[in-house]
């Protein structure tokens, strides 16, 4: 099955600095999505992004499918974006979900 | 538009006894699913329902889990009888077919004692 590599696994950063999280996979997706896990644990949705750039707000994502790769971009970061980062690819109708990135954002 | 909602958000239980979590997904979504989260982990795929028809329920640990979607809407997950193991949070998630992406529930924190 397709595996899914997140890095770096932690990370921690002063209120206001940018990051760029990162996901690889080792085959080709249909689907891939960005989630942040708050901590209240409710998993938010950010990108359905299987190829591509996107953008909302402060944050925006990119997949180059053809190398198998999708980045996180979080810009000028508050406080409210700590969390866990989580990318999954979908492979047979289920979401494979790579270990997440914890993001800690100090004020 | 409301998200998938799910109850009750938390719940402590003894072991041996059962327990029950309902969610009810996005309004027009037919695919629902119900993930389990341990500490630290992502999600892992209990159950999908396409309508009502549980379409891939390989990894449902069938001697003590059921679920049911009767009506191809609301879903109720049941656990009986409960196991310490079993503590952890049980995720509803929705979408539509064909469309890959699934929209996520709070949740139901269990805690077996």
């Known amino acids: 099955g397709i595996q899914v590599e997140q890095s770096p696994p932690d990370l921690i950063l002063q209120e206001g600095a940018n990051s760029t999280l990162r996901c690889n996979f080792s085959?080709?997706?249909?689907?891939l999505q960005w989630f942040h896990q708050n901590p209240w644990g409710q998993l938010i949705n950010l990108f359905y992004i299987p190829s591509g750039t996107k953008q909302n707000g402060r944050l925006s994502a990119t997949t180059v499918a053809t190398e198998r790769y999708s980045l996180l971009y979080i810009s000028s970061s508050q406080t409210t974006d700590s969390g866990v980062y989580f990318c999954?690819?979908?492979?047979?109708?289920?979401?494979?979900w790579g270990a997440g990135t914890k993001l800690i954002i100090k004020p | 538009e409301a998200g998938v909602v799910q109850s009750p958000r938390y719940k402590i239980i003894e072991k041996k006894q059962p327990v029950a979590f309902w969610c009810n997904p996005i309004?027009?979504?037919?695919?629902l699913y119900w993930y389990l989260q341990n500490l630290g982990q992502g999600p892992e795929l209990l159950i999908r329902y396409e309508n009502e028809e549980a379409v891939d329920d390989s990894q449902l640990p069938k001697d003590r889990f059921s679920a049911e979607r009767l009506k191809g809407v609301d879903s109720t997950l049941k656990i009986q009888p409960a196991e310490l193991g079993d503590s952890a949070v049980y995720l509803c998630a929705s979408g539509t077919s064909g469309n890959y992406e699934q929209y996520f529930g709070p949740g139901t924190r269990l805690t077996v004692t």
């Open positions: 999954a690819v979908e492979e047979n109708y289920q979401l494979i």
């Open positions: 085959d080709s997706v249909n689907n």
């Open positions: 309004s027009g979504h037919n695919t």
